[in-house]
């Protein structure tokens, strides 16, 4: 399997516990928040293996930002399976302003309405449109069988997962690291050429 990841919450929850079985198995903007670039990528993969299941996890921001690739999915017969990690938020920029703005975000929680409920777009149904095979999930129990099943129609699939935009990764940072001691400056004659 070959998995890709996009920008935001998701890929912190997979870099911190998920374990890569073999190499050339996992795809990512590694730290430059390349939004989009997961839902992308997956299609270049499965193009260079084809005989590789490749799945893209992927943020409903993330997403949202190139929709075409369900287009280019059908019309080329790319059979990926994109898993649409649906917090109903930009969660990763939400939770910097709420450090930054005492407690408070702008525009990185999607609602319908100023005091309405989360909204997103239903994915599924845009996948659908698109002549994408389109599943909700709602239920963590649920979530096993659809994908087993939407790997198995060996055709482009995506699954709208809806998740709770308030649970967060463990933190991990530098204090967790064990104590390295500091490099000496080289010193040198400058290089001339001849």
């Excluded at 920008?7 to 890569?20: D, L, P, Y």
């Excluded at 287009?71 to 302003?97: G, H, K, M, S």
């Excluded at 930054?100 to 239903?122: H, M, S, W």
Aim: proline letters at 8%; charged letters at 15%.
């Amino acid at each position: 399997m070959i998995i890709s990841f996009d920008a935001g919450i998701h890929h912190n929850w997979f870099m911190q516990f998920w374990k890569a079985r073999r190499p050339q198995s996992m795809l990512n903007s590694c730290g430059y928040s390349g939004m989009g670039f997961g839902p992308s990528s997956i299609l270049g993969a499965k193009l260079a293996a084809p005989d590789r299941v490749c799945v893209s996890v992927c943020g409903d921001g993330g997403f949202t930002m190139v929709p075409h690739v369900l287009c280019t999915a059908v019309e080329y017969n790319i059979p990926v399976v994109w898993i649409v990690w649906n917090n109903f938020a930009w969660a990763a920029i939400r939770d910097l302003q709420y450090g930054y703005f005492d407690g408070r975000e702008y525009g990185t929680a999607f609602y319908q309405g100023p005091n309405g409920a989360p909204y997103n777009p239903d994915f599924a149904a845009w996948a659908r449109a698109a002549g994408v095979t389109g599943y909700t999930v709602t239920r963590s129990e649920d979530f096993a069988g659809v994908l087993a099943e939407a790997i198995s129609l060996n055709r482009p699939v995506l699954i709208d997962v809806h998740v709770d935009a308030n649970i967060r990764p463990p933190s991990t940072g530098t204090w967790e690291l064990p104590p390295l001691t500091p490099k000496e400056p080289a010193f040198g004659s400058a290089w001339r050429p001849d």
